[in-house]
């Protein structure tokens, strides 16, 4: 007989609500249900937080090794499964198959679902072959191929339903990231900010792929999906903050001069446009202004509002594009059906540093207020009032962090220290954090119980040479070189538990490498995280106590995930080195500088990891 996946509402809603009210009905009942896992990182809000409490601190000490799977794929595997019902959904990374287990049956492979991808695909990859994630929704499971192709498989047969092209490699767009469902939407992103690639973020109908709205990254405010409410309670946030072009551009593209206060200009249309030089060897900075969308969303139903955020702007090399480069580097907040943008706050003007700004936004609520927390590359923790994008809360996560010494609250800007500024042809030293950030992609967790943030972080410094570099379609356009160094602590990594409110680090513990791992917080205040040389730790939450350590089989850039089957709690994280961290070491590179740097930087993890990793779900109970 046909496997069924038992779902966790009652199928008499099917017959009496509409494909759109049925698939968002069933998933807000399996996000509820804490025995289940059915978003990348537990709900809409992003928090990674399970009332689950089988598993506490009196019995954490007996927590055992209960069942493994190999995915047969080597390199990076980045996210989660997802748990519905007696399933379980693994991915992996390139190719992207996808796995369905019988959690009811000694975890017998259900159907298997194998992508045909060309593998020159992996040539626009980044920063390794990774993939994020699934998304479910309408009995559907959505698979964001790294080829660009977004498809719908039947979750029962895994029958492929649709598939839509959502970016072209060829012109060096892929994609990494999760798709999310939101409603009766699936939405999802852009992978390419290093090969000059115009981002977006796009939603499609989860009834057939129709494309329903597409907002770039940057351009004019017509295909940003800026309209004239834009910004409104913070108009200042549409201000030029670095630059003014001071003699209406020549053929060079325009002389520049730094902004003061005074120079504030407030909001005009096209900034997406109108803060980007226009470079010799392209016709304008927009066109190939990066903004990628790789990371995380999540989404307020209540509000109707999704929120994102965008990376790095095109080219590493900040002289060849002077201005804000609106808005690149950048929190979104969108009205979720039509895709407008209500608010948005760029985090670092015309960045230097590779910051990316597509981390996670959080959402939660304190003192009767609607909050969304941010931790950004760049090094500070944001706080905002997800209502409308007031900068409530923006503080350095580590003092470490140098490249500015504040973030002015009034006018939401940098207050940048030009000794770590990067020129061409120039070796700036001892910038920190490094273009890998105090957090890149692993995503933090927030518990509503104690209010309170834990956070993998990295530890790691650099020098920074900006060169000279030309695009061309489809072809790496980096434009700097950088070493990788640890941090003033001599570690590369840590973890920390962080006060949103204040600003401030409540417990902070050192980790020999970056923590790469994705956190979980449990109701039994425990929490859980992976380390590059393969541990899995559970933290007291209170005190980041480690109360257990597991050493899995290669290192751990995935994000730790619990759910109930059959009366019993576990906890599962896939393992397999990879990311920006790894993958020097997975390719074989050695010089300093190879893999972005991480050649130099991570040269130990070798130490650790037989290269390259080889992916894996683990798998633990009582």
Request: hydrophobic share 35%; proline share 4%; with cysteine.
């Given at each position: ?35 289940q ?11 990674g ?91 559907k ?7 660009g ?15 839509v ?41 989860i009834?057939?792929g ?17 309209g ?18 001071v ?90 059906d ?68 504040k ?11 030009a ?39 990295n ?32 570690v ?10 204040k ?21 039994s ?23 257990w ?74």
């Open positions: 007989m046909q496997h069924q996946i038992k779902f966790a509402i009652s199928a008499l809603l099917l017959g009496s609500l509409s494909t759109s009210a049925w698939a968002n009905a069933e998933l807000d009942a399996l996000m509820k249900d804490d025995n896992w059915a978003m990348a990182r537990k709900d809409y809000a992003n928090q937080y399970s009332k689950l409490s089988q598993i506490n601190k009196s019995n954490i000490k007996n927590l055992k090794y209960a069942w493994s799977f190999a995915t047969g794929v080597n390199r990076g595997h980045e996210g989660a499964p997802l748990v519905i019902g007696n399933t379980m959904f693994i991915h992996t990374a390139f190719p992207n198959n996808v796995y369905a287990l019988n959690l009811d049956d000694n975890q017998k492979i259900l159907w298997s679902y194998f992508p045909k991808q060309d593998p020159d695909v992996q040539s626009v990859l980044c920063c390794d072959n990774v993939n994020k994630g699934l998304g479910y929704g309408d009995g499971i959505f698979l964001q191929q790294n080829n192709v977004l498809v719908a498989l039947d979750a029962k047969t895994g029958a492929k339903l649709w598939d092209k959502v970016n072209d490699p060829k012109t060096g767009a892929a994609n990494t990231n999760v798709p999310h469902v939101f409603k009766d939407k699936v939405v999802t992103g852009c992978s390419g900010g290093e090969f000059g690639v115009r981002c977006h973020i796009s939603a499609y109908s009834k057939d129709s494309l329903l709205w597409k907002a770039y990254s940057t351009g004019p405010d017509s295909e940003m999906l800026i004239k409410d834009f910004n409104k309670d913070n108009p200042h946030y549409s201000a030029l903050s670095v630059y003014q072009d003699n209406g551009g020549n053929k060079e593209g325009g002389s520049f001069k730094p902004l003061d206060k005074s120079q504030l200009k407030y909001p005009e249309a096209d900034l997406g446009v109108r803060t980007w030089l226009k470079p010799q060897q392209q016709k304008d900075g927009w066109q190939n202004g990066g903004g990628p969308t790789w990371g995380w969303y999540s989404y307020d139903a209540k509000l109707n509002l999704m929120y994102y955020g965008t990376g790095n702007p095109g080219t590493w090399n900040p002289d060849v594009r002077p201005g804000d480069n609106k808005w690149s580097m950048t929190i979104f907040a969108r009205d979720l039509t895709g407008m943008a209500r608010w948005a706050y760029q985090m670092t003007p015309h960045d230097e540093w590779d910051y990316d700004g597509m981390n996670e936004i959080i959402l939660w609520e304190a003192n009767g207020k609607q909050l969304a927390s941010h931790f950004d590359r760049n090094g500070f923790g944001y706080t905002f009032d997800r209502t409308n994008g007031s900068l409530l809360v923006a503080e350095k996560m580590h003092p470490f962090v140098n490249w500015a010494s973030i002015d609250l009034k006018t939401g800007i940098p207050v940048k220290d000794k770590f500024s990067t020129h061409q042809d120039y070796n700036a030293h001892g910038i920190c954090p490094s273009a890998l950030g105090v957090k890149d992609e692993q995503p933090a967790a927030y518990s509503p119980k104690n209010k309170m943030f834990y956070v993998p972080l530890h790691v410094c650099m020098t920074y040479e900006p060169v000279e570099s030309k695009y061309v379609a489809g072809q790496p356009w980096v434009g700097a070189t950088l070493t990788m160094f640890a941090g003033p602590d001599g590369m990594g840590g973890f920390m538990a962080w006060d949103a409110l600003g401030k680090s409540q417990w902070y513990n050192k980790e020999k490498f970056s923590a790469w791992g994705g956190a979980l917080v449990t109701a205040d425990l929490v859980f995280y992976g380390t590059l040389d393969r541990w899995v730790k559970a933290l007291d939450a209170k005190t980041g106590k480690e109360l350590k597991f050493q899995v089989g290669s290192g751990v850039v995935g994000n730790v995930i619990t759910y109930g089957h059959k009366g019993k709690q576990y906890v599962g994280v896939l393992s397999g080195i990879g990311g920006w961290a790894g993958v020097a070491m997975n390719l074989g590179l050695t010089n300093e500088t190879d893999g972005l740097g991480a050649a130099g930087g991570y040269k130990e993890l070798t130490k650790y990891n037989a290269a390259p990793g080889g992916g894996a779900m683990n798998v633990f109970s009582l």
